[in-house]
Structure formats: structure tokens, C-alpha cells
């Protein structure tokens, strides 16, 4: 089993940043790879970037030049930069991991980018 949980999310200002924080524990040793996910209001999940143990990135179009993962090995921490914030990057947040092919989620953090 792995639990994850999230931190970091919160209300700014379209063009402010913020910093999203998952700590893994449990399994962590076979983690591979982790994750953010996010989900608006009336749309399905989708994702926003990936890393592997090894450091490879995968970003989804809109989160390209705005949005860093970046990963902690020891800590088996993730963090999600999100930088040039914009109202259609509104929705809950979600860690996602992998682990002996087995896959979980944190509970989400909220990420509202309003005037």
C-alpha cells in the first residue's frame, strides 16, 4: 500500500504561482512513476505532468513552459510548480503514484486561479 498527500493548493490570482507538495509513504521503494492529476467541474480527470524515478518528464500541452515537476527521491516527495496561473487551470489537484502495478491517489487539493 502507498497513501499520498497533498498540500499546497489555495486561491491566487490568474499570472500568480503556486507550489503543490505530495509526500508518499508506505511501498515507496517501488514507486514508478508519480504524478499530478487534475479535474475540473463537469469534466473527466486529466493529466497535467508525470515523472519518472529516473527524472523523465511528460507535461500536457497546456502545462508546457508554465508547470515543473520536479521529484525527491529520498524524501519521496513530488512538487508541481505551477507558474502564469490561469482561470482554466482551476480544479482539484491530485497526486497519483504507481507501485508493483498497483495505482493510488491523495485525496486532492483544491486550486482556484480567480480575480
Known amino acids: 500500500q502507498v497513501q499520498l498527500v497533498e498540500s499546497g493548493g489555495g486561491l491566487v490570482q490568474p499570472g500568480g504561482s503556486l507550489r503543490l507538495s505530495c509526500v508518499a509513504s508506505?511501498?515507496?521503494?517501488?514507486?514508478?512513476?508519480m504524478g499530478w492529476y487534475r479535474q475540473a467541474p463537469g469534466k473527466e480527470r486529466e493529466l497535467v505532468a508525470s515523472?519518472?524515478?529516473?527524472?523523465?518528464?511528460n507535461y500536457t500541452e497546456s502545462a508546457k513552459g508554465r508547470f515543473t515537476i520536479s521529484r525527491d527521491n529520498a524524501k519521496n516527495l513530488v512538487y508541481l510548480q505551477m507558474n502564469s496561473l490561469k482561470p482554466e487551470d482551476t480544479a482539484v489537484y491530485y497526486c497519483?503514484?504507481?507501485?508493483?502495478?498497483?495505482?493510488?491517489w491523495g485525496q486532492g487539493t483544491q486550486v482556484t486561479v480567480s480575480s
Open positions: 508506505g511501498r515507496t521503494y517501488s514507486i514508478n512513476p
Open positions: 497519483n503514484a504507481v507501485s508493483d502495478y498497483m495505482e493510488y
Open positions: 515523472i519518472t524515478g529516473g527524472g523523465r518528464t
